[in-house]
């Protein structure tokens, strides 16, 4: 029997040492946790007993690691010694993969049982192997990439994962920001509890507040009973606030005491509610800038901003496009009971070199399309949308700020329309869409 111990001090391998005298123990010391994978290719383990200390002090993601070992020497059983105030690490632990944990300190008597039940418990077929290291993962629950941003990505979940702080997650539309929340709640404390996403700019503003914290019946014309809102619904789990930028000062003066006192009161109610529930947030913009402009409250956005993850746009992810096909493909050959075996170089040269102002949705719902419309194994070019095929030039675009007046924006249209056809008013008029002499008529009007 071969264990490793992943201590601070040398303390419990001794202890170690002295339970399990034999010949046939073997009991080794590594303190650095960044050297925890070497041992793994040099030697093969039985047990790797590794603690709390170990993992939150260490220079790498600790979780991680585990989930390494376990995925790649199935037999050796992890067993993780947590301080009480590492709990949530033990619960991450056994997430990625760890046999049991126990809480420090821990007798002698108790630490035999707890390697001795390892062993007892090892899978049949499961034999320990050497590591082969690989400094990177290609995914994480269901999100999918190698490149070095998602890396950062992936360790801030499980940093995130591990304790129960608000955390705030920011990216262009379409970066996978609802993903990583799953990936956290997935990975948390709190995995066996709901996950309920509020996708807060879809609502209403008027129905904002009943949807998340709920009415009693009465409470306003229609509210024939009450209603439980999603903060009730996610007890004991995790509520993730996508696009919180676009919540109203009221909504976000009640979000405020939830994250202040844990409680909130339903709509037309008079008795406070406990709230047992991780918030997770996420937005498209720079919360910085509303509070700046008095859109959004100082204090709650300093409440939502305690723990930040940014999610990198598909143009900054280098080496991660062909591994998205191929995961877009596996998927969509399911979905559609096909047989799409690849796809053609020039297509893989053509999406690698599109900038993806849409990112990793825009690219899924690429993939979705040509595996719907290739009738044979492998993607080709034509099968991809038009500005994606050779010889296609992009028409120029227009970008307005919200409020900008409608009469300086068709002004706008108008010139820009006339400059891309070179002043040719019946070509400019087929652009917009409208006959020529109203396009005239618009020229006198605003003096084009």
Partial sequence: MRIICVTKTSELRERLRRLFPTDASQVDYEPNLDRVLERFEETVYDILLISSVAVREGEIDGVEMLDVVSARSPGTQVLFLAEERDLKLAMSSLAAGAYQYATLPISDDELRLLVEAAIANRPPDATPLRVQKDKTRARMEDLV????????????????AATDVAVLLVGETGTGKDLAADAIHRQSAVSNGPFVPVHLGALPAELVASELFGHEKGAFTGALERYQ????QSKGGTIFLDE????????????????????????????????????????????????????????????LDVFRIALPPLRERQGDIPLLIDHFLKRYNRYFQKNVSGISPECIAALEGSDWPGNVRELKNVIQRAVLVCQGEVILPEHLPPRFRPGFESRPTVTFEIGTPLHEVERELIVRSLASVNNNRTAAAKLLGISRRALYNKIDKYGV
């Fill in 145 to 160: 990439g190698r490149s070095s941003p998602m890396q950062q990505v992936y360790r801030q979940i499980r940093q995130a």
């Fill in 229 to 232: 809102g999603k903060f009730e």
């Fill in 244 to 303: 919180i930028g676009t919540l109203e000062e009221r909504v976000q003066i009640s979000l405020l005491r939830v994250l202040e006192r844990k409680e909130f009161q339903r709509l037309g109610g008079k008795r406070a509610v406990k709230a047992d529930v991780r918030i997770l947030a996420a937005t498209n913009e720079e919360l910085s800038e509303a509070v700046a402009n008095g859109s959004f409250r100082e204090d709650l956005y300093y409440r």
